[in-house]
């Protein structure tokens, strides 16, 4: 199928105002790096998101799913496909205790809704700069909570593009990991179990947990935030910094001086620049300490064509 037949499939099933060609995914991500996708489309509803999903696996046109794209890196040739961006589906329906979260929803939104119903539980993800959908995926985590903790049921597409429901019990959520990853699914949405609280005392630790990421974090630079996971029995960051690694550049990408399991956009980077450096971090490591380094940020698309 060639890429006009493609649009126009795509503008059918979404309308032109949420169709955009060949657009750089430097714009659509935290890192801000990356080339152009073939497509990014912005489905609103459910319905709209499952026919460009069954279109694009019919039709065996590969996709890719960002919500904030905060965990992401898109090296610097593009996506030869169709990204789907679930902004639009950001729905958030409090009843009780109870929060059905749609995937699109940013986590801050989360917290910030809950805090007006006075339930508690959400603090620790105020200040991820991520999705719904994402921190379900990775099992987002902070301050020492996790998704796991407060997620009573989620719903995903299957790969039969049926929509599945499964409790939080059987999700298989552990460090970055949910069983989302081990099959062909996607998220759609999220029902959180929350408890009542105080909602003075909420604020003040979603203040708290805030101020310390602002004191630690490099939130003034682009990134993709922790590039690394935690390795057992150490912390990335220091493991980086005793290999001599805090403040080491390729290009416009810098390990933080702030914080140095952070890569950052410090000028102007490319992906190029960004993975080389990831490369150089590693080896450093696994060459002082033995320890194996395994990125958190998630990679895709093309090199650039020389």
């Known amino acids: ?8 499939r795509l503008m059918s099933l979404l309308g032109s105002d949420h169709v ?49 794209g905060s965990n992401l890196l898109v ?12 902004r639009g589906m950001d729905q958030i329906v409090t009843s009780g205790d109870r929060v059905t979260v749609y995937a699109g929803a940013l986590l801050r939104r989360v917290a910030a809704e809950a805090l007006a119903h006075g339930l508690s539980g959400m603090e620790f993800a105020a200040g991820i700069p991520g999705s719904m959908g994402g921190a379900i995926v990775m099992n987002a985590g902070a301050y020492g909570g996790e998704m796991k903790d407060i997620v009573e049921s989620i719903t995903v597409l299957t790969e039969t593009g049926n929509l599945r429901t499964i409790a939080g019990a059987d999700c298989d959520f552990g460090y970055r990991h949910s069983v989302v990853q081990d099959y062909d699914w996607i998220v759609v949405s999220t ?3 929350l408890a009542a609280g105080d909602p003075e005392a909420i604020a003040a630790r979603m203040k708290d ?13 682009p990134s993709a935030g922790s590039t690394f996971r935690r390795p057992e029995g150490h912390f990335a960051g220091k493991l980086i910094q005793d290999a001599g690694m805090k403040g080491y550049r390729v290009g416009g990408a810098q390990v933080s001086e702030k914080h140095s399991g952070f890569v950052i956009n410090a000028d102007n980077a490319t992906a190029a620049d960004i993975l080389a450096l990831i490369g150089q971090v590693q080896a450093a490591v696994r060459d002082r300490f033995g320890v194996e380094l395994k990125t958190e940020v998630i990679t895709i698309g093309e090199e650039a064509a020389l």
Not at 75 to 86: A, H, K, L, N, S
């Open 1 to 8: 199928m060639n890429k006009q037949t493609i649009r126009d």
């Open 191 to 193: 029902v959180l179990k």
């Open 75 to 86: 090296r610097d040739g593009g996506f030869r496909g169709v990204i789907i961006q679930t």
């Open 209 to 221: 947990f805030n101020r310390r990421r602002r004191d630690k974090q490099p939130l003034n630079f």
């Open 20 to 68: 955009l060609t060949d657009t750089l995914m430097k714009d659509h991500t935290s890192f801000r790096v990356g080339g152009p996708a073939d497509f990014l489309v912005r489905p609103e509803t459910i319905e709209q998101f499952i026919d460009v999903m069954c279109f694009c696996r019919t039709e065996k046109i590969p996709s890719y799913l960002i919500g904030n």
